[in-house]
């Protein structure tokens, strides 16, 4: 059973930053794709960033240039360097394990990132 569990989340200050992890389980972790998601109240969720097992990174317009997305193959991590963090940056964050050849998805239970003063 394949699990992904996200940390880091909190509250921080309006132009400040945060560093998410991402830890998935599984013995070949470099194959897969991975993204982080987010889904703030009463929106969809929607894409941040991704990263192929290639390392090629893609983000959305609304935090390139502030956000960074790394993966660590060698620990099976993802992660999400947050920076010049929005009070609109609000919301919980998702990693996603994309799935390859047919898998499924999987999906971490979310972490919860506060901008706010």
């Known amino acids: 059973q394949v699990q992904v569990v996200e940390s880091g989340g909190g509250l921080v200050q309006p132009g400040g930053s945060l560093r998410l992890s991402c830890a998935a389980s599984g013995n070949i972790f470099d194959i897969y794709p991975m993204a982080w998601y987010r889904q703030a109240p009463g929106k969809q969720r929607e894409l941040v960033a991704g990263?192929?097992?290639?390392?090629?990174?893609n983000y959305a317009k609304s935090v390139k240039g502030r956000f960074t997305i790394s993966r660590d193959n060698a620990k099976n991590m993802l992660y999400l360097q947050m920076s010049s963090l929005k009070p609109e940056d609000t919301a919980v964050y998702y990693c996603?394990?994309?799935?390859?050849?047919?898998?499924?998805?999987?999906w971490g239970q979310g972490t919860q990132v506060t901008v706010s003063s």
């Open positions: 996603k394990r994309v799935g390859v050849k047919g898998e499924i998805d999987y």
């Open positions: 990263i192929t097992s290639g390392g090629t990174t």
